[in-house]
């Protein structure tokens, strides 16, 4: 059970600073022209959409309209 709880500590970590790398390079991308600035700015929104709870608002309005559109 101890084993769990540190696996998912340690995911929930690894995708909080995966996310804020992705949004670091797409800000860094944004000036650089070998860089996909706005692609990662959105798969590093994506990453921490699932923990931040602006994010996460943004990301079910997002689903919400796509799904509208159907």
């Known amino acids: 059970m101890v084993y769990i709880r540190g ?3 340690f995911r929930h970590a ?3 600073a995966g996310g ?3 949004l670091a390079l797409g800000v860094i991308g ?3 022209p070998i860089l996909q600035g706005t692609l990662m700015i959105v798969a590093g929104a994506a990453m921490l959409g699932w923990d931040l709870t602006v994010l996460r608002r943004i990301r079910r309005r997002v ?3 796509l ?3 159907r």
């Open 30 to 32: 944004l000036f650089l």
């Open 20 to 22: 804020y790398a992705l």
């Open 14 to 16: 690894a995708r909080i």
């Open 67 to 69: 799904r509208r559109r």
């Open 7 to 9: 696996v998912r500590r």
């Open 63 to 65: 689903i919400v309209r």
